[in-house]
């Protein structure tokens, strides 16, 4: 059983279409993320989110959004795709580590390769 | 606020040692420790939660100096196996307003030869 699985795995697109990419948790997480990784392997944050709080990277465009139908899911919609928004999308879950505030071990799932043409 | 990886590169013989360097210029909260093979997700190593801390996992271990806000990944006797790109990831304490927000480093590719 995948603990988190994005769908789909790759994606071909043109230019100003919309996507989603979708992510399911089933490790009973509180918060999941959304990270971008473009063609120099660098890891970009874009969304934390849990229950209560999205937090959203100040970089990432408007275009981006995600959307979350409950805490084992956290969606990321893209409008109007740019050549840009290449890259390997990753969603990812983690839990507080116990009895204290901070982030514990991310999951990630497979990634999303997106390719924009 | 990203952390600042380095080296970039390291390229190594089986059996040799190396050590990754991940650095901030804002307070830590906590670093984490991944290590991405190529076409795959990134696998959580280790997670340092308070300064001076120091963790191992098989032959590789860390450490983390709060006050310099500083953490060091050291592989030793490596093995074909380690070759992959490290990234550490920093959160800062929740008073920043980035709270739950893991930011990586660039990565450092190492590469294990025979």
């Known amino acids: 059983d995948t603990a988190v699985s994005q769908t789909p795995k790759y994606l071909v697109t043109q230019m100003g279409n919309d996507k989603s990419i979708k992510c399911e948790q089933n490790?009973?997480?509180?918060?999941m993320y959304w990270y971008k990784q473009d063609s120099k392997k660098f890891l970009k944050i874009m969304f934390s989110?849990?229950?209560?709080?999205?937090?959203i990277n100040e970089t990432v465009p408007n275009r981006f959004s995600p959307k979350s139908p409950d805490k084992a899911h956290l969606n990321l919609h893209i409008n109007s795709l740019e050549l840009g928004d290449s890259a390997v999308y990753f969603c990812?879950?983690?839990?507080?580590?116990?009895?204290?505030?901070?982030?514990?071990?991310?999951?990630f799932g497979e990634g999303s390769r997106l390719t924009v043409l | 606020q990203q952390p600042v990886q380095s080296p970039q590169a390291v390229i190594l013989r089986e059996g040799e040692d190396a050590v990754i360097n991940c650095s901030s210029s804002?307070?830590?909260?906590?670093v984490h420790w991944y290590r991405q093979k190529h076409g795959e997700a990134p696998v959580f190593l280790m997670i340092?939660?308070?300064?001076?801390e120091q963790k191992g996992h098989d032959k590789i271990s860390a450490s983390f100096n709060e006050k310099k806000q500083q953490s060091s990944l050291y592989l030793t006797a490596s093995q074909l196996s380690y070759s992959g790109t490290y990234f550490c990831?920093?959160?800062?304490?929740?008073?920043?307003?980035?709270?739950?927000?893991?930011?990586f480093g660039s990565g450092t590719q190492l590469t294990v030869l025979p």
């Open positions: 990812a879950s983690s839990r507080l580590v116990g009895g204290s505030s901070r982030t514990g071990e991310l999951f």
């Open positions: 490790l009973g997480h509180d918060t």
């Open positions: 989110y849990n229950n209560k709080e999205l937090i």
């Open positions: 804002k307070a830590l909260y906590s």
């Open positions: 340092l939660l308070k300064g001076g």
């Open positions: 990831g920093t959160e800062m304490a929740p008073s920043s307003g980035s709270a739950r927000q893991l930011t």
